[in-house]
Nanobody, 121 residues
Framework: QVQLVESGGGLVQAGGSLRLSCVHS????????IGWYRQAPGKQRDLVAS???????VYADSVKGRSTISRDNARNTVYLQMNSLKPEDTDVYYC???????????????WGQGTQVTVSS
């Protein structure tokens, strides 16, 4: 069983930065990566970025150049540093445990509770 706890969301002005944290615990052989997703009310969850155990990363086009995903294995934590935030980045951000294979991230059914990011104009 895998548990995920996000933190770091909040209210920030456009152009500002936030760093989201995902502390993960537990293990399963099917999980080799962590992904960050975002979701607006009534919409599907979209992948923002993912990182696997070797450090390989994938980013959505909407955040490329503005966000960096990283991991601290000693702290069992994955970070999402978001810079130059825009009002359209406002969403609930979720951490997911999944599988990364041949450059593609596939989410498994392990989700955190989400953290709200609100960017004011």
């Amino acid at each position: 069983q895998v548990q995920l706890v996000e933190s770091g969301g909040g209210l920030v002005q456009a152009g500002g930065s936030l760093r989201l944290s995902c502390v993960h615990s537990g293990t399963t052989s099917s999980v080799n990566a962590i992904g960050w997703y975002r979701q607006a009310p009534g919409k599907q969850r979209d992948l923002v970025a993912s990182i696997d155990t070797s450090g390989s990363t994938v980013y959505a086009d909407s955040v490329k150049g503005r966000s960096t995903i990283s991991r601290d294995n000693a702290r069992n934590t994955v970070y999402l540093q978001m810079n130059s935030l825009k009002p359209e980045d406002t969403d609930v951000y979720y951490c997911n445990a999944g599988a990364f294979y041949r450059g593609n991230y596939s989410p498994l059914d392990y989700w955190g509770q989400g953290t709200q990011v609100t960017v004011s104009s």
